[in-house]
């Protein structure tokens, strides 16, 4: 059973900074996709960043150059780092991970397995 479990998030001021973690258990294959995505009040889930396996990473246009994504395996673990948070930033964070491919997309609903989400707030 393939179990993620995000952390990291908290209230910060516009322009601040935070990383997000996303721990990854019961998956030992060498193949994926994980990616993280975030939903505000009212608005549909989107997608933010991917990864593979090969640390081929993706991003939403709006958001390359604020946010990175990086992995590190030894430790199973996803991170999201944010810069330059603005109040538009404000929502729940996910992340995600599709099993055993090597192209990753940004919909939401092309993932298997979802954490439970960590919340962002960004004050002005």
């Known amino acids: 059973q393939v179990q993620l479990v995000e952390s990291g998030g908290g209230s910060v001021q516009a322009g601040g900074s935070l990383r997000l973690s996303c721990a990854v258990s019961?998956?030992?294959?060498?193949?994926?996709?994980m990616a993280w995505f975030r939903q505000a009040p009212g608005k549909e889930r989107e997608g933010v960043a991917t990864i593979n396996s090969y640390r081929a990473t993706r991003y939403r246009d709006s958001m390359e150059g604020r946010f990175t994504v990086s992995q590190d395996n030894a430790k199973n673990t996803l991170y999201l780092q944010m810069h330059s948070l603005m109040p538009e930033d404000t929502a729940m964070y996910y992340c995600?991970?599709?099993?055993?491919?090597?192209?990753?997309?940004?919909?939401?609903?092309?993932?298997?397995?979802w954490g439970q989400g960590t919340q962002v707030t960004v004050s002005s």
């Open positions: 995600a991970i599709r099993r055993d491919v090597d192209s990753c997309s940004l919909a939401s609903r092309w993932y298997t397995n």
């Open positions: 019961g998956y030992t294959n060498r193949r994926y996709c």
